[in-house]
């Protein structure tokens, strides 16, 4: 029961993680596309682009951080369990 329930926290955690990233990539490619309109020339467009992709790079490299913390957090859970089951 307790292994379940370590589990569900685990894929709760990343799918979460999963789902920020995807929101993430969406409001970028939203960004950029509602930036299109506006630009006023190819220098314009690719200011825009590195803007939204740095942006975004931020936002992956939190979730990769976060992910570390999240896999870190679940190994220790892990071992904790398998000790409590060893005594």
Do not use: C
């Not at 990539?25 to 630009?39: C, D, H, I, Q, W």
């Not at 790079?57 to 979730?63: F, Q, R, S, V, Y």
């Not at 870190?72 to 904790?80: G, I, K, L, P, W």
Request: glycine content about 4%.
């Amino acid at each position: 029961k307790e292994l379940e329930t370590i589990n569900t926290q685990v894929i709760e955690k990343i799918t979460g993680k999963q789902m920020e990233l995807a929101n993430a990539a969406f409001e970028s490619s939203t960004k950029l596309f509602s930036s299109l309109g506006e630009v006023k020339g190819y220098q314009d467009l690719l200011s825009e682009q590195t803007k939204l992709a740095t942006e975004f790079n931020e936002k992956l490299l939190e979730a990769a951080r976060s992910t570390a913390d999240i896999l870190t957090e679940s190994r220790e859970a892990y071992q904790a369990w398998l000790e409590k089951g060893l005594k």
